[in-house]
């Protein structure tokens, strides 16, 4: 019983850490560099277009993750041919901001 509600406190500040880091960033530059980074295979509402998926409303973890996962220089799936060079540059605000922006506004 203890060790659950330790691992439930542990688990609900990490979140918390998480969601107050998405909102920390700054949506704007997350938009612009959305615009003119990732508009063009993702679309321009990010609902995804092609082999591209949607990226709205998806978490900012996962965001954050998969753009540091690709910047690293590590494959994930069938388009990290395509992603590795556009993540390559991406310093960790822009990361925040990006991940803050289709987290919370792209839908």
């Known amino acids: 019983m203890r060790r659950t509600v330790l691992f439930t406190m542990t688990l609900t500040l990490g979140l918390t850490q998480a969601q107050a880091q998405a909102q920390a960033a700054d949506t704007a530059v997350g938009k612009s560099l959305y615009a003119s980074n990732c508009a063009q295979c993702?679309?321009?509402?990010?609902?995804?277009?092609?082999?591209?998926?949607?990226?709205?409303?998806?978490?900012?973890?996962y965001i954050q993750s998969r753009l540091k996962t690709y910047r690293a220089g590590e494959k994930v799936g069938p388009n990290s041919s395509l992603m590795i060079p556009n993540a390559r540059n991406l310093s960790d605000d822009d990361i925040a901001n990006l991940?803050?922006?289709?987290?919370?506004?792209?839908?």
């Open 42 to 61: 993702h679309g321009p509402t990010a609902k995804g277009m092609a082999s591209f998926p949607s990226l709205a409303g998806r978490d900012a973890d």
């Open 99 to 107: 991940s803050a922006f289709l987290s919370n506004n792209a839908q």
